[in-house]
């Protein structure tokens, strides 16, 4: 053998090598190995007690986590107190209120509504996407007419209150968000259900605000939310330009894929963001995430974040680690 051929060879046995140890590692820890559950679990962002409840029984009663996701997050969308999801969401700049929402489902199928006005369920709608076109994203008014199309209700989605506190805004006009208080209560959920299949949902009003036409994280696929049946899901909430620039939900499942649980995941995600950015202390972003075990975690900038958690039909709040301490 020549000096060449030796280089190459044994180069090519230390990759082997080193690879070798590398799947070894992964492996050891892989979600193949994993004790993978069949059981009804519902967890969302923010304190929604009663959206993570409805979803939670759904699934008690055997509903598919899809359709347990989407009947969870319709909660918020109807809560007109809600000013960051459906109807009752702060508008735009310009008054007008419009909604972003993604579904994705345990074969991997996904939809997406985008910058959507007049229409209160837009996960529902996501859904149809879907099922019932050859898309997986519809904008504003291809959405809309969608909807009437299948008997979605056209509705004022904004309330007396969001456009009193609208006009009160229009005075300085300060695009100004509120860690924790304004501009974050997107609700993302991700289901297992009996059969042990995980799916999603993302659903928001975006930023108060915005200007027209601005369009964040949570209908994204991979930013906003991202599912795969055969490791588990993630969904985000908080600062949207900057989960669109760390595709985060894709992110935390591929970590959770290298063997990280839900936990880890999130904060390595996390920290990607925080590493690259000295902006930190005026947004917040939050991830939960959920495994084939059944393992959940999340991890946010800013204290003062929770998740919800329905497991063995007990509905808990779990308060968020943070990144930055209180
Ligand atoms: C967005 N991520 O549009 C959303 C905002 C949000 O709770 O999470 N609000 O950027």
């Known amino acids: ?4 051929n030796f280089i190459i060879k044994s180069t090519k046995a230390g990759v082997a090598l080193s690879l070798g140890a590398t799947l070894l590692a992964c492996v050891d820890k892989s979600p193949s190995t994993m004790t993978y559950k069949k059981q009804p679990i ?13 979803a939670g029984k759904a699934l008690d009663k055997g509903v598919s986590a899809l359709d347990a996701a989407i009947i969870g997050v319709a909660v918020e969308e ?41 229409i209160t369920n837009v996960a529902a709608l ?14 504003s008014q291809g959405a809309e007419e969608l909807a009437y ?7 004022q989605l904004l309330t007396e209150s969001s456009e009193k506190a609208y006009r009160a805004w229009l005075k300085d006009s300060e695009y100004k968000p509120i860690i924790n208080i304004e501009n974050h ?32 994280d949570s209908p994204i696929i991979g930013a906003g939310l991202f599912i795969d049946n055969e490791i588990g899901g993630a969904a985000a909430t908080g600062m949207g330009e900057e ?9 935390i499942v591929e970590l959770m894929r290298q063997g990280k649980s839900p936990q880890e995941a999130c904060e390595e995600a996390l920290n990607r963001i925080v590493s690259k950015n000295d902006q930190i ?46």
């Open 1 to 4: 053998m020549n000096r060449r």
């Open 42 to 54: 519902a967890i969302c962002t923010w304190a929604f007690t009663k959206a993570n409840d409805a």
């Open 78 to 118: 109807e809560n007109i107190k809600n000013t960051t999801v459906g109807k009752g969401g702060a508008p735009d700049r310009e008054g007008n209120v419009t909604l972003d929402a993604c579904v994705m489902d345990a074969n991997g199928d996904c939809g997406a509504v985008v910058c959507v006005e007049n």
């Open 126 to 139: 996501a859904k149809i996407v879907m099922e019932e076109t050859p898309h997986v994203m519809l904008a």
């Open 149 to 155: 199309k299948y008997g979605f209700q056209k509705e």
């Open 185 to 216: 209560d997107t609700i993302g959920m991700l289901c297992m259900d009996q059969n042990g299949d995980i799916a999603g949902a993302c659903t928001t009003s975006g930023l108060s605000y915005k200007m027209k036409g601005r369009v964040g």
């Open 243 to 251: 989960i669109m620039k760390n595709v985060g939900s894709f992110l």
């Open 281 to 326: 202390d005026h947004f917040q972003v939050a991830y939960i995430a959920m495994n084939k075990a059944g393992e959940t975690g999340s991890y946010c900038i800013h204290p003062g974040f929770a998740r919800m958690e329905y497991k063995n039909s007990v509905n808990t709040r779990i308060e968020s680690k943070a990144y930055l301490k209180s």
